[in-house]
């Protein structure tokens, strides 16, 4: 069972539903209890940080996801589910993040002022030179075009985890993984065929 960890924060249900077309039996759910039983965990997120983490602390979430990450449980984060993997957010902070990964949040910033944010829309994305191929990148290009809706981007400390970047206004980190951990700033469910297949891929592995 894939559990889709509600922490009040939208787009849970396109995920449910994406999800179960690529085959995977999911439920939504804010029981701690139930995160603790899953064989899977999906943490989808857009808005603020700090909202996100207090969704999370109120519903007694923290402690399950960061059980289920330290027990090796497949772990797919989505937008904000990837940025709560940090120890921090710039965005209203700073925020304590779950800490499960060294690093920090910060604001998109360019010095073009051609660059909008937040950063919505397709762009490229790119697998860093010399990474290894990830499974759930099984059958996305490189270049591919994703769908990003963002105004924050994940900084880890240890750049190896990096499996895929994107350029806005500068490079950004697209997708991390260790371990049992990964997590996307894209939005599978708003990337069509391509996103699909990254939860065809999570479904399976």
């Known amino acids: 069972m894939i559990a889709i960890v509600d922490a009040c924060s939208g787009n849970l249900r396109s995920v449910e539903r994406a ?10 759910t804010r029981d701690a209890e139930v995160v603790r039983r899953a064989d899977k965990i999906v943490v989808p997120g857009q808005g603020a940080f700090a909202v996100f983490m207090r969704g999370l602390a109120e519903r007694g979430l923290a402690a399950p996801l960061r059980e289920a990450i330290a027990d090796g449980r497949p772990y797919l984060g989505i937008c904000l ?11 209203h902070g700073p925020c304590a993040g779950l800490g499960v990964l060294a690093g920090r949040v910060a604001r998109i910033a360019s010095s073009d002022p051609s660059i909008k944010v937040p950063h919505i829309g397709w762009n490229q994305v790119h697998a860093p030179a010399g990474a290894p191929a990830d499974p759930l990148l099984a059958g996305i290009p490189d270049g591919a ?19 895929l970047t994107t350029d806005h206004g500068g490079p950004l980190t697209a997708a991390v993984r260790r ?16 996103g699909l297949q990254l939860l065809a891929n999570f479904v399976r592995a």
Do not use: M, R, T, W
Request: net charge negative; charged share 15%; hydrophobic share 45%.
């Open 19 to 28: 999800i179960a077309h690529a085959g995977g039996e999911v439920v939504v």
């Open 81 to 91: 589910g990837l940025q709560v993997l940090f120890e921090v957010s710039d965005e």
């Open 145 to 163: 075009h994703l769908y990003f809706v963002h105004s924050y981007h994940a900084v880890p400390a240890d750049p190896s985890i990096v499996v």
């Open 179 to 194: 371990d049992n951990v990964f997590a996307c700033q894209f939005h599978p469910e708003k990337s069509q065929a391509l």
